[in-house]
């Protein structure tokens, strides 16, 4: 069982669509961070977000996390080739040291 | 130099072979960090090392042995794997491990370095 759902797990779309990934759980998290990797890197933090119901924006992304601190939501708004790569969500826990991170969704941006 | 740096890119041993991966960083960071990504898996925490002390193992095998000689480095010797040890393996770094706890943190991740084991 992961602590930490994402959905959908691949994602194809064209370019100028926008689109939704989430992140699901059980648990309640302190805050919770989304990363983009893309082939042959290592993940690259995007944004951390702390606060229950707490909408973040970057550019085209925005990014919510839930009230109850349980879930997040990235949306993409006009999607570019750029954007293409897996994105992870990582939450930690009142306790310990750690990130936990979902599985990832897997976005092609197709031109 | 900045950021985290692992080398080397890719390796590719032999069951009975011992090799090592190196990982550094020029962020000033004291928390440093092994993680395993293989196929269709969420990131796994291996090692944690904060201010050069281990302070998380997450039930790693014993063919895979972390040294952190100081805050700026950090290696992962390994000894006798299994195929299904091929990964990518990223290291990590952050101000202080527990940061996440407290708000604070964020990973800086490396290239990794992908393994095959044959």
């Known amino acids: 069982t992961q602590l930490l759902e994402q959905s959908p797990q691949f994602l194809s779309i064209q370019e100028g669509e926008n689109l939704t990934v989430y992140c699901n759980s059980s648990s309640v998290f302190s805050s919770l961070q989304w990363y983009r990797q893309e082939p042959g890197e290592g993940p690259v933090l995007l944004v951390t977000v702390v606060t229950g119901g707490e909408v973040k924006k970057l550019k085209r992304l925005t990014f919510q996390f839930g009230d109850a601190r349980k879930d997040s939501s990235l949306h993409i708004t006009a999607a570019q080739t750029g954007d293409t790569g897996l994105y992870l969500c990582?939450?930690?826990?009142?306790?310990?040291?750690?990130?936990?991170f979902g599985t990832g969704t897997s976005l092609t941006v197709i031109p | 130099e900045t950021g985290v740096t692992q080398t080397p890119r890719h390796l590719v041993m032999g069951m009975t072979n011992k090799k090592s991966l190196k990982c550094e960083q020029h962020l000033g960071h004291n928390a440093m960090y092994w993680y395993k990504q293989s196929a269709k898996k969420p990131l796994e925490l291996m090692f944690v090392y904060n201010f050069k002390e281990q302070t998380e193992n997450n039930s790693v095998p014993s063919r895979f042995s972390p040294e952190c000689p100081n805050s700026s480095h950090l290696f992962l010797h390994l000894h006798t794997l299994q195929p299904e040890d091929s990964a990518l393996y990223l290291c990590a770094s952050s101000r202080e491990a527990g940061a996440s706890r407290r708000r604070t943190g964020g990973y800086t991740f490396g290239s990794g370095t992908r393994l095959t084991v044959v």
């Open positions: 990582a939450g930690a826990l009142n306790t310990g040291n750690q990130f936990y």
